[in-house]
């Protein structure tokens, strides 16, 4: 070929990328990366030690926007996967606690979602990972032998690849569309909460056959070598491996990738790390020194490069907004003898934050969220307050969908675009934080009401934010909530106290 018509092609193509570029820049592939359990402190961007434990997520922060006062929800997995998924405050609705296995989908399939809002704006949406939404509608049991609906692909996803609940909850098996994978009809699948099945051994009853022991909980029925919450029987062949569950995972969300690039698509990637059983793959074992929590933390980071390596092979990096966050804040023992309170050394998972997983205090909520757009996105850092809920708003706008009207059942979402691009350094005006009950930022402030709950977790250490005073903090003079200074402004406490009460009274923010 001559070489001027090979630089007119070169040209042509070079124009039609930066047009098709400019198109597509208004919608950019969405990728949301939730981890579990994750805390604050545990990535290296953060402050996570030795350094390089976490290459991908160091280079997105590098590449991206790096939030150190970003919140799910609440303290725990369902609520905040509610708040996220349906742009309401969990605690405006009843049952959205820890669900067990078999509990029914609690998202109203016919309100606003984040999936539906993206899919009304034209995107392909996708869910790889953990649910624990619940499954099913009906009056009686769901039928994990046949058709489990309602769940992921009723409230707005086209294609849904999940596991029920968590890894520590009965069923342990993988729900494709709306089937259990691999499932032999004729070793059907039975699933129960209240009673063992007659016959099958128990961790309560044969800690000898675990190859991993509980610390707490945990003692019901045995899959492939673990005690489980929860009693199954039958589906073997359908049975997961828990060291092959985040492979399995980021297998079916690069695929998704593959199969979405034509875009613009929604990817909702909910990996099961860092979560109890941390039982990460050989290839991750002993590679971070402390133990399994720290070796899924490894596994968890190896996934995210797996998706990065996706969008970079497949042209879409530049245009394409990967968001990773966390569903709650870390907990270290949380009902496992998993070496992790043993080997966790002077690392801190909640980074400079009081609390954990379950807690009023920051690290109960205050997760590590950073976001990448190459095409829009100004790396660095914000401070800017931004919660989950505001995620089907703001991406919904930024999806070019119409903004919410009233009839929306995403009551709380607010539209944070700004503050996620990196154009706003201030974000939300106020959140509140669910750690059990209730407590509620405005800017540097932090007021947790007097509850009389326990202080520290017995179970997994945790402190847990209550008090039977009531608790004000200066996060800005003190983001650790060592020094309770009520005593000294009663007027912010007053003024906190009312907006808590009054956001709770509201139905709409
Ligand atoms: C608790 C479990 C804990 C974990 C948690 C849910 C016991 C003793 N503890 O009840 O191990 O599964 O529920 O975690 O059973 S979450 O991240 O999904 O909210
Ligand atoms: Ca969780």
Redesign the pocket.
């Known amino acids: 070929m001559n070489r001027s018509i090979r630089l007119a092609i070169m040209r042509l193509v070079a124009l039609c990328g930066l047009v098709s570029a400019e198109a597509s820049a208004a919608a950019p592939n969405i990728v949301f990366i939730y981890a579990?359990?994750l805390g604050f402190g545990d990535v290296g961007c953060n402050g996570l030690k030795p350094p390089g434990l976490t290459p991908n997520l160091d280079r997105l922060a590098r590449e991206g926007l790096n939030f150190t006062d970003a919140h799910a929800t609440s303290g725990?997995?369902?609520p905040s996967r509610y708040g996220l998924m349906t742009g309401a405050y969990p605690w405006r609705k009843q049952g959205t606690g820890?669900l067990p296995g078999d509990a029914k989908l609690i998202i109203d399939a016919k309100g606003t979602t984040l999936p539906k809002v993206l899919k009304q704006a034209g995107y392909r949406t996708g869910a790889s990972g953990?649910w624990?939404l619940g499954l099913g509608a009906g009056a009686g049991p769901i039928d994990w032998n046949g058709e489990i609906k309602p769940g992921p692909l009723e409230v707005g996803f086209d294609d849904g690849f999940i596991m029920a609940?968590?890894a520590?909850?009965v069923p342990c098996v993988f729900v494709k569309g709306r089937r259990i994978v691999g499932l032999d009809p004729s070793d059907p699948i039975e699933v129960r909460y209240d009673r063992p099945f007659e016959g099958l051994p128990t961790g309560k009853a044969n800690p000898e056959l675990l190859r991993m022991q509980a610390s707490?909980?945990?003692d019901m029925a045995i899959v492939d070598g673990i005690g489980r919450?929860g009693y199954m029987k039958g589906g073997k062949a359908a049975l997961w491996h828990d060291e092959d569950v985040a492979d399995t995972f980021t297998r079916e969300a690069v695929d998704f990738i593959k199969r979405s690039k034509a875009g613009p698509f929604f990817l909702y990637f909910a990996t099961h790390d860092v979560?109890?059983p941390r039982v990460p793959h050989p290839r991750f074992v002993g590679k971070s020194g402390m133990g399994p929590r720290g070796d899924a933390i490894v596994e968890f980071d190896a996934s995210v490069g797996e998706v990065l390596k996706t969008l970079d092979e497949n042209g879409l990096t530049e245009n394409t907004l990967v968001v990773v966050t966390s569903?709650?804040g870390p907990v270290v023992d949380?009902?496992y003898k998993d070496d992790a309170v043993e080997k966790l050394g002077d690392h801190k998972p909640a980074g400079p934050f009081r609390g954990g997983?379950y807690s009023k205090f920051e690290g109960g909520t205050r997760v590590p969220m950073i976001a990448r757009w190459p095409a829009r996105i100004k790396p660095g850092v914000s401070k800017a307050l931004f919660s989950q809920v505001d995620f089907v708003a703001t991406l919904g706008a930024l999806a070019g969908a119409p903004a919410l009207g009233p009839e929306s059942t995403a009551v709380d979402s607010r539209n944070h675009l700004p503050a996620l691009l990196g154009d706003d350094p201030v974000g939300r005006e106020s959140l509140i934080e669910q750690g059990g009950t209730l407590a509620v930022r405005r800017g540097k402030w932090k007021f947790i009401p007097a509850s009389n709950g326990r202080k520290v977790s017995v179970?997994t250490n945790v402190e847990l934010g209550n008090d039977p005073a009531p608790q004000l903090y200066d996060l800005e003079a003190d983001p650790g909530e060592t020094r309770n200074v009520a005593a000294d402004r009663p007027d912010v406490l007053d003024q906190l106290r009312k907006l808590l009460a009054e956001t709770q009274a509201r139905s709409k923010q």
Do not use: E, F
């Open positions: 579990d359990d725990t997995c369902t820890i953990k624990h609940a968590t520590d909850r707490h909980g945990h919450i979560h109890v569903d709650n949380d009902g997983k179970n």
